[in-house]
């Protein structure tokens, strides 16, 4: 049971993080500059968040 509400949590917080962010950064894809998310800095960030991130968030 605990499993299954982290990962309801986990899936509230992805929509929420990404709903922020597309509303407040309308970023091009593949920008380079520094990730939202972590901070580092990326070639090419994909709306404001580096590959590494992407992954961790499943965003595409
Ligand atoms: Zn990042």
Not at 32 to 56: F, I, M, Q, T, Y
């Amino acid at each position: 049971m605990a499993d299954e509400i982290d990962l309801a949590q986990d899936r509230e917080e992805i929509a929420r993080v990404d709903a922020i962010r597309r509303a407040t950064k309308p970023l091009e894809p593949g920008m380079p500059g520094e990730c939202d998310l972590c901070g580092e800095w990326s070639g090419r960030l994909v709306r404001g968040a580096c590959a590494p991130c992407r992954d961790k968030w499943r965003l595409p």
